[in-house]
């Protein structure tokens, strides 16, 4: 498998040039969902940049690197979005079934309108998002990820050495391999 990890910086500057695209098609927006947990991060870059609200919606579809059946629902913070025009926002569209399973929810909400984006998009994804920034063809490590990349190489190497070994591969510097192992 291959590995792409962002650093804060690349994805900030992808968030905020998304934001951009978004502020410029001059479609009206009500409120962003994020889809939790991936989405949030971005959600919130976003809300900043256009100055929107939040709400999320919490679905499953990995278990360490091992993507699920279909991304089963987890927790929806419920809000009136009858005749609103929302912005569903995740980090990425790997299959497409995330944001398949989230508009398909929000469809039955009397939703005005619904939109949807995220940073970046696989070339194999079966659902490309309104708005995205980037193509990546590789597992892409977030910023955030770094003590569950850590977890899932642990487990799929069963050795401690050979996972720091391919964590430093991936481009973990030193400090952040020191600090997964406190």
């Known amino acids: 498998m291959a590995f792409f990890k962002l650093s804060w910086v690349q994805f900030y500057k992808d968030c905020l040039y998304l934001g951009k695209k978004i502020k410029e098609s001059k479609i009206k927006i009500d409120k962003l969902i994020a889809i939790s947990r991936g989405g949030?991060?971005?959600a919130r870059i976003l809300s900043d940049f256009l100055t929107l609200p939040v709400s999320n919606i919490i679905i499953s579809s990995y278990i360490n690197l091992?993507?699920?059946?279909?991304?089963?629902?987890?927790?929806?913070?419920?809000?009136n979005l009858k005749s609103k025009s929302i912005l569903i926002v995740d980090e990425v569209s790997d299959t497409g079934k995330t944001f398949i399973r989230t508009l398909n929810y929000f469809k039955k909400k009397s939703v005005k309108n619904i939109f949807t984006c995220a940073p970046y998009i696989k070339p194999r994804t079966r659902f490309v998002p309104n708005f995205y920034q980037r193509t990546i063809n590789a597992w892409i490590v977030f910023p955030y990820d770094l003590r569950e990349t850590y977890e899932a190489l642990l487990k799929e190497e069963k050795n401690k050495e050979k996972a720091e070994e391919k964590l430093s591969k991936i481009g973990f510097k030193?400090?952040?391999?020191?600090?997964l192992n406190f």
């Open 174 to 179: 030193k400090w952040e391999i020191k600090l």
């Open 66 to 79: 091992k993507q699920l059946k279909e991304p089963e629902i987890i927790e929806v913070t419920e809000v």
């Open 40 to 42: 949030l991060v971005p």
